[in-house]
């Protein structure tokens, strides 16, 4: 009644069982995994729209300078102006 064929189809049968359940098992992990980086993802948008809106970019930082550093040139050129003129007074 239980000769070796018997025994062989009983292992084969725990064994196909175990590699299904791992099969199975790696398929639910694989599903979490992308489930967790579909959210990331999601939150990774979420902070660049903040970043975007929030914080100066590049271009737009350097025009700023420029036309700042243009605004000191002209001030410290009225500055010379009313020195000589103070210059000017003084010496009368």
């Not at 948008?45 to 271009?59: D, I, L, N």
């Not at 025009?63 to 010379?80: A, D, G, P, V, Y």
């Amino acid at each position: 009644m239980f000769d070796e064929k018997f025994f062989l189809n009983v292992g084969m049968a725990l064994v196909s069982a175990l590699v299904g359940w791992l099969i199975k098992v790696i398929f639910d992990r694989n599903n979490e995994v992308r489930k967790a980086l579909d959210e990331l993802k999601g939150e990774f948008k979420a902070f660049q729209q903040y970043v975007e809106a929030k914080y100066q970019q590049k271009e737009l930082a350097k025009s700023e300078i420029s036309h700042l550093e243009q605004t000191l040139t002209e001030i410290k050129q009225m500055l010379k102006n009313i020195e000589a003129k103070v210059d000017k007074k003084a010496d009368k």
